[in-house]
């Protein structure tokens, strides 16, 4: 069984910086691309950035030059680090992994979600 177990949510001021880890554990094969996707009350989850496993980032215009993702292969880990914060980046961040268990297909995985709140 896969499970990933995301930290680092809060509440923050506007201008403020935040950093959020996603590790995943169990019995896992290999991890292909990493992601951060948000969703806010009334909106639908919406990408905030992916990086595949040689490195290849890409990520939301909202978010360029502010937010930062990266991932540590031999931890299975990704991180978000999200700088200049915005009163509109309040949502419940949910890391997502394209994911390869033992003995079971590719599939989508996704953590639990943590709640970022900016304050204006």
């Known amino acids: 069984q896969v499970q990933l177990v995301e930290s680092g949510g809060g509440l923050v001021q506007a201008g403020g910086s935040l950093r959020l880890s996603c590790a995943a554990s169990?019995?896992?094969?290999?991890?292909?691309?990493m992601g951060w996707y948000r969703q806010s009350p009334g909106n639908q989850r919406e990408l905030v950035a992916t990086i595949t496993r040689g490195g290849t980032t890409n990520y939301a215009d909202s978010v360029k030059g502010r937010f930062t993702i990266a991932r540590d292969n031999a931890k299975n880990t990704v991180y978000l680090q999200m700088n200049s914060l915005k009163p509109d980046d309040t949502a419940v961040y949910y890391c997502?992994?394209?994911?390869?268990?033992?003995?079971?297909?590719?599939?989508?995985?996704w953590g639990q979600g943590t709640q970022v709140t900016v304050s204006s």
């Open positions: 169990g019995s896992i094969y290999s991890i292909n691309t």
């Open positions: 997502n992994m394209r994911m390869t268990p033992y003995r079971l297909p590719t599939d989508d995985y």
